[in-house]
């Protein structure tokens, strides 16, 4: 198929609603969606019951087969089999990796044999403009029914599996935004054409950002500093460095208390171990040395557990104050209190997910254990980069907190995150889309592992 290029400021945004993941990808780009709007193919208006029914099952048993993975003995086991499905290769040796894997073929299965997806990329033709789209899924629908405009897929993860890619790659007319180096060069090995793969970085908040000086993010990161780094180890090492990265915002007074936000997956798996957090920081919340955020997202169920436990705690009296649980009614409301939330966070607990990227926005991660192939990989990534390191036992989190804070471990971590991860990946793919190449601003070095 012939496109005729334009130069578009705004594009069809299209996510699904499973988990975060792709939700979060997507919510940056609403400035640049067709009537700020993000569609999610798996719940519009108009969905058929057929197409809807194929997605809700596909979301169940994933959000299923994560709790169930903490069933003694058999989740392990049963969890190894799912992830065989959507195991990320071995990128060494670098070799021919386009042969189709089974994931790949079972939605394809869908879309060839069922018409999934035929309603949603027609109701899309109706106004033809650009289509990018946070899972790969969609689109497959979308080059499968001859989409008439510029298909582009913003993968979510510092690796990708087999199944990003099409079933004939070498001749698919998708484009690729990659998050980073590693996905890019990923993209080549599965068969991916180089001319249809821009290297953007992953999408942030431009609430967080501040436009591209990054005014916002880099006073944010100096007040953390502050926080970071209690004996001056670090910023008194690196003065030169960081005041040359942020300018006058560099260590100015104290803004608040020592933050921790602690965030629990879409599934709400992992929230024993906020409860753990509290619990062992329980002195210092009473001597107001520290905050917790604890983040439920959607889930009133996560949310009311979380209460629960702090009052059975005894700590009912900080709720509200020095112990905090952000909870909204639906995700674009979520992420809109998670990204304030993030403004006076000094340290991201959780684990490996999307959230890796926004160490970007200079924060320090602490990892809880990976769920997945894709989630191993993203937790090597931040090691690698040195701004994310595994949790140590959380039943202790007060004598190893304090000994990586006195050491200015944190501080540095945060400026390696502002450093070396990709900052500029909303404006980037807004360039993209407006075919303005020559103005995409990213770096290279210290994005691949």
């Not at 169930?68 to 021919?96: M, S």
């Not at 060839?112 to 969609?138: C, R």
């Not at 599996?161 to 980073?180: E, G, H, K, M, V």
């Not at 804070?405 to 991860?421: C, I, N, Q, R, T």
Request: aromatic fraction near 14%; glycine fraction near 6%; proline fraction near 6%.
């Amino acid at each position: 198929m012939k496109l005729k290029p334009k130069n578009h400021k705004k594009a069809w945004v299209v996510a699904v609603d499973m988990g975060y993941g792709h939700q979060r990808a997507a919510e940056p780009l609403r400035v640049m969606a067709y009537k700020g709007r993000v569609i999610n193919a798996n719940n519009y208006p108009g969905i058929p019951d057929r197409d809807k029914k194929i997605w809700i099952n596909s979301r169940e048993f994933y959000e299923w087969i994560s709790k169930f993975k903490k069933t003694p003995l058999i989740g392990e086991i049963v969890w190894d089999w799912f992830d065989r499905f959507q195991t990320i290769p071995k990128f060494y040796p670098k070799r021919d990796l386009s042969k189709p894997n089974d994931q790949l073929k079972y939605f394809m299965h869908y879309i060839v044999k069922d018409n999934w997806g035929k309603h949603l990329i027609s109701k899309l033709e109706e106004k033809p403009m650009p289509l990018i789209t946070t899972f790969f899924v969609v689109a497959f629908m979308a080059e499968y029914y001859n989409y008439s405009q510029e298909i582009y897929c913003l993968a979510t993860d510092t690796d990708i599996s087999r199944t990003w890619a099409s079933l004939n790659p070498a001749q698919s007319r998708i484009n690729y935004f990659a998050p980073n180096y590693r996905v890019e060069e990923r993209l080549k090995l599965y068969g991916i054409r180089p001319e249809k793969i821009y290297l953007t970085g992953f999408p942030l908040p431009t609430e967080n950002l501040g436009g591209p000086k990054l005014k916002i993010l880099k006073e944010d990161l100096g007040h953390r500093l502050y926080n970071l780094d209690p004996q001056k180890k670090y910023v008194t090492a690196y003065k030169d460095t960081i005041r040359e990265q942020l300018g006058s915002v560099c260590m100015p007074s104290r803004h608040h208390p020592l933050t921790i936000t602690f965030a629990v997956g879409g599934a709400g798996a992992q929230r024993e171990t906020g409860v753990e957090i509290v619990k062992s920081l329980r002195r210092r919340i009473i001597k107001n040395q520290i905050k917790i955020n604890l983040i439920a997202g959607i889930r009133n169920e996560v949310h009311n557990y979380f209460k629960q436990s702090v009052n059975d705690l005894g700590l009912g009296r900080f709720w509200g104050k020095n112990i905090i649980c952000t909870f909204a009614p639906n995700k674009e409301i979520y992420f809109k209190k998670f990204n304030h939330v993030l403004r006076t966070t000094d340290i991201l607990w959780t684990k490996p997910s999307e959230l890796s990227f926004y160490t970007a926005l200079g924060l320090p991660l602490i990892m809880t254990p990976p769920i997945g192939s894709q989630e191993d990989f993203n937790r090597k990534w931040l090691k690698t980069i040195g701004s994310g390191t595994d949790q140590e036992d959380v039943r202790y989190t007060d004598q190893w907190l304090y000994d990586w804070l006195d050491s200015g471990w944190f501080a540095e971590a945060a400026m390696e995150g502002f450093l070396e991860a990709p900052k500029f990946g909303t404006y980037n793919i807004a360039k993209v889309i407006a075919h303005k190449y020559e103005e995409v601003k990213i770096k290279r070095m210290f994005l691949q592992y």
